[in-house]
């Protein structure tokens, strides 16, 4: 039983455009919710995060959106830019710090 | 650099035998988790460490065990190895209910050949 679903399996952008990708959950003990940023033959790194008491994080071109009652984050890549392209993980973390992260959404933006 | 270190970086190896996976996490980090990546898929959870004392075990097989030495550094052993365990292992550390941020290692490759 996956914990965090997460979609589109992949995704193609041009530059410029908007890259959205979704996540959803239903442990309701899930206090931390990160988004990872992982390049080819790279380990994940945190891109952003966001606690569930906060509806919308935003660091630079990157925002999480968030709605508790719909157990759903979703990730908003605003003007992407090929340096973007990359696999994301939305993940979350119970109150025992055991993390479950989602399926991943490979991302390529066009030049 | 995420200040997680793995060795080592690939790994090719045959069916049926054994290897070791060494992750060394950052500095004054007490918690390590090991994932298996698939070609790919997802990060799967294996096993989470805390302080030398197993905290949460996931889809890890029975072939598979791992431990957390007092210096913190942790292995991860794969015995009987077979087509389908080769993979991405990463391992990751983070200091327990802190900022929650955890930190990967660049990971391991294993070839199962």
């Known amino acids: 039983q996956q914990q965090v679903k997460q979609s589109p399996q992949s995704l193609i952008v041009q530059k410029g455009g908007i890259s959205i990708i979704n996540c959803a959950y239903e442990?309701?003990?899930?206090?931390?919710f990160p988004w990872y940023q992982q390049f080819p033959g790279k380990g994940p790194a945190l891109l952003i995060a966001?606690?569930?008491?906060?509806s919308e994080k935003k660091e630079g071109r990157f925002t999480i959106s968030f709605n508790k009652s719909a157990k759903q984050f979703s990730l908003h890549i605003m003007d992407s830019q090929p340096g973007d392209s990359a696999t994301y993980f939305c993940?979350?973390?119970?109150?025992?710090?055991?993390?479950?992260f989602g399926s991943g959404t490979k991302l390529n933006v066009k030049p | 650099d995420s200040g997680v270190t793995q060795t080592p970086k690939h790994l090719i190896t045959a069916t049926g035998q054994r290897v070791t996976l060494r992750c060394s996490p950052r500095?004054?980090?007490?918690?390590v988790y090991w994932y298996q990546q698939s070609l790919d898929q997802g990060l799967q959870f294996l096993i989470h460490?805390?302080?030398?004392?197993?905290?949460a075990k996931g889809n890890i097989l029975e072939r598979f065990s791992a431990q957390q030495f007092p210096d913190l550094h942790s292995e991860l052993n794969l015995s009987s190895l077979e087509l389908g365990d080769s993979a991405l292992y990463f391992c990751?550390?983070?200091?327990?209910?802190?900022?929650?941020?955890?930190?990967f290692g660049e990971g391991s490759r294993l070839t199962v050949l």
């Open positions: 442990n309701t003990a899930f206090d931390y």
């Open positions: 990751a550390s983070n200091r327990i209910r802190g900022a929650g941020e955890l930190f």
């Open positions: 993940a979350a973390r119970d109150n025992f710090n055991k993390f479950y």
């Open positions: 500095s004054g980090d007490l918690s």
């Open positions: 966001i606690r569930p008491d906060v």
């Open positions: 460490y805390y302080n030398g004392e197993e905290r």
